[in-house]
């Protein structure tokens, strides 16, 4: 009797659930990192953007113990090796060859953790879009937007295959040849391989921000052009509709204003909710990798008042490191970002 | 990630000959003709990776989200217009209901509407049995102000 109770509320509840003629639009869930942070209610954005910042920092605390404990050990191991370089007379460079290695042992450890994090949060990010797009795609297409949605969703999917592939198998990578290339000058104690270190660092940062640029280029002429073009199609709908039979033209527009309605607020609910996934799992592994290049920032600049310009220009490499892996992080949620709300935006 | 080790490698290389090949003629008179020389060498092996550009990938790759925007685009309208549809259908059939009833006249109406242009009234099926003069009169409500016309009024019933 229990069981049939509970099937006959199922299916109360199944039927009921089913709307009449609404445009059924849900943004996907969002990724299984982000749902700790994700906030009850997503009405209010801005309630919902507070809350989720909220969560995220109280997460921090642990990360945030972890740096200041690297960095203490770098600043105590540039102490000795300043001391060590004091009394040690004509074996200068090879106590600041030992310390080099010994501060670059510190923090590569953290350095490889943070760049996995970084890569995996692109990857994850890249995978929720995929699945965010195709949904914002047809609510904009509902609305009438049709040519409009589908050159959006061209760029966007093909800007995001191109940026996150290129992070996670050329760029991300790329880190480790640049802390290589850091350990060895800094080794050295010559410039030589420091021309090569900084062509890296440029290398990632104009390839970043020519791509960044390429997109907001093209969404945005792409978003003129082609809302023009949709709102010309809107327009001949309407006056279609207008030169009909009174009554039938009365229904025809109360029910494409009323499926326009309905869209309109699915359309915003997915696309505030797909926001709010997005950061929810960028947040965290980006404010882990800020912590991380503040320290070391930081730290840089206390070793600076009794370290070696060579230590410290490797403290600041590695500093450098977790400001290039911030940059591709937040590239690659800068583009979701912008693309979802380009959706949002509606025809013409 | 190989072909990256390899073109690094591979770039490396021409950058250590170049410069061992520079520093050995430095002092002979032709050292400013081989300076040109090995640094359009090392500008040759630097761009080689754009010899390797395959356009027509590039260009199947655009087309590939190219088709799946289309589709998903597709399926918006599709969605869009099934929701009106069940709309004007609801209403169209709600109007006829209330003019039977303003003729004394209990039926059910089945509305079809048009498939390929704009979703109009295009035919209905009426069932129930109605006097000759409120039929008369819904024939003419409906192919009046509903756009159907009588040969397309299904009676029944």
Redesign the interface.
Known sequence: MKQMTLLFALLLVFFLAIP??????TAPEAPESAKDHMPQETDSFGEALWQLLGSVLKTLRPDLKAACGVSLSVITAVLIVSLLRTFSGSVKSVSELGGCVVIAGLLFRNADTMIAQGTQTIRQLSDYGKLL??VM???????GG??T??????AT??FD?ILSSLIS??LA?MIY?FLALSLGNSAVGEDILGKMRDLLKNSISWCLKTLLTVFTTYMSITGVVSGTTDAVALKA?RV??SS?????GG??S???E??LV??ELAKNTAGVYGILAVLAAFLEPFFRIGIQYLVLKATAAVCGLFGTKRITDLIGDFSCAMGLLLAMTGSVCLMLLISTVCFMKGVG | MDWLGQYVLSVSAAALICGIVTGLTETTPAKDIIRLMCGLALAIQILSPLGDLDIQALEEFALSYEADGFEAAAMGENMARASAEDIIKAKTEAYILDKAAAVNATITADVTLCQDGLPVPVSVSLRGSVSPYARKALEDYIQKELGIPKENQLWTG
């Open positions: 009449a003629s609404a445009v059924e639009i797009w195709p795609t047809a609510a904009m297409a509902a609305q049709v040519t949605s589908a050159a959006l969703y061209t999917a093909g295959a198998r050329v990578p040849p709908a279609a509709i009909m039979v009174p009554v039938v229904i025809l109360d029910a494409s009323s499926v309905s869209t």
